[in-house]
């Protein structure tokens, strides 16, 4: 597989960096789609995180970096090899059970909250390392989002980042919530390189 040049970084170095607004809805579009589509060829990316969402500098957007993704042919194969970057690991991948294309859906809600904020994950929580790792797995602790955050996008996150994994909605069920907002002008706040971190 060949990936285009995305030369304007990845999102993740975006929220960091710069104080050029992008569209939340834009960037949650094309990586909820392109969740879908791995989803219909039967693929988990596994490591669905700002720094594997690429932009252009004409405003594309693109996930990439596919090498800790799985093929699932049938719901009789288990992933149970914890693999991704841990403040968008779901809880069910830390607990070492049986997981699917719900995790993918739980990291795409955490990066959400960094569309959000333009901060990294749990940037406030009060537990670091393997406490913040514990309250994750035990479903009593999720980043947050902006106060001024729009209510559909709230809930949508909200939703993805369901500690049930039977409970968040599927790739499908994403897109055809961002359909109801396709007119959204939503944007991540405005803030110099400087205070961004």
């Known amino acids: 597989m060949v990936l285009p040049y995305m030369d304007g970084g990845s999102l993740r170095a975006h929220l960091r960096t710069s104080a050029v607004p992008i569209s939340q809805w834009r960037v949650a579009w094309v990586v909820a789609n392109a969740l879908l589509d791995l989803r219909t060829t039967q693929i988990l990316h596994r490591d669905v995180k700002s720094d594997n969402i690429f932009l252009s500098v004409d405003g594309r957007v693109l996930l990439g970096d596919l090498g800790v993704a799985r093929e699932v042919l049938d719901a009789s194969t288990t992933l149970t090899n914890g693999v991704g970057t841990p403040y968008w690991i779901a809880p069910e991948v830390f607990t070492g059970g049986h997981y699917d294309a719900a995790a993918d859906v739980y990291s795409f809600g955490i990066v959400l909250t960094e569309l959000s904020t333009r901060k990294t994950p749990y940037w406030d929580a009060p537990r670091k390392g393997f406490a913040l790792i514990d309250g994750v797995r035990a479903g009593d602790l999720r ?14 996150a909200h939703r993805c980042l369901r500690h049930d994994p039977t409970l968040r909605p599927s790739a499908g069920d994403i897109v055809s919530a961002l359909v109801q907002h396709r007119n959204a002008s939503i944007t991540t706040p405005m803030v110099a390189a400087s205070d961004a971190w």
């Open 143 to 156: 980043p947050t989002l902006a106060l001024d955050c729009a209510d559909w996008f709230r809930d949508l």
